[in-house]
Nanobody
Framework: QVQLVESGGGSVQVGGSLRLSCKASGNTYSYNCMGWFRRGSGKEREGVAAIYVASGRTYYADSMKGRFTISQDNAKNTVYLQMNNQEPEDTATYYC?????????????????WGQGTQVTVSS
């Protein structure tokens, strides 16, 4: 089993920045990728970014490129999501996930482990 705990959510104004963290524990050798997903009010869960743990290669949803950066600290079993120049449309619950296929495709159904989520609210 793998446990994922997110932190760093909160409220930010338009144009501001936040960094989310996700610490993994348990059987951290049982997955290839870690990633971030989000679900806004009334919307489906969508992929934001992913990282292949062994190589550090990163993947982003097309709409997230440029403002979001995923990174990791393998020594801490922690993955980060840096979010810059935030927009009201970024308001959502952000979920950390572990699993994925060999290309870390951002399809929620391919990810086995999920955190509880952390709320991000962007206000104007």
């Amino acid at each position: 089993q793998v446990q994922l705990v997110e932190s760093g959510g909160g409220s930010v104004q338009v144009g501001g920045s936040l960094r989310l963290s996700c610490k993994a524990s348990g059987n951290t050798y049982s997955y290839n990728c870690m990633g971030w997903f989000r679900r806004g009010s009334g919307k489906e869960r969508e992929g934001v970014a992913a990282i292949y743990v062994a190589s550090g290669r990163t993947y982003y949803a097309d709409s997230m490129k440029g403002r979001f950066t995923i990174s990791q600290d393998n020594a801490k079993n922690t993955v980060y999501l840096q979010m810059n120049n935030q927009e009201p449309e970024d308001t959502a619950t952000y979920y950390c996930a572990a699993g994925g296929d060999l290309l870390c495709a951002l399809r929620p159904r391919d990810w086995r482990y999920w955190g509880q989520g952390t709320q991000v609210t962007v206000s104007s």
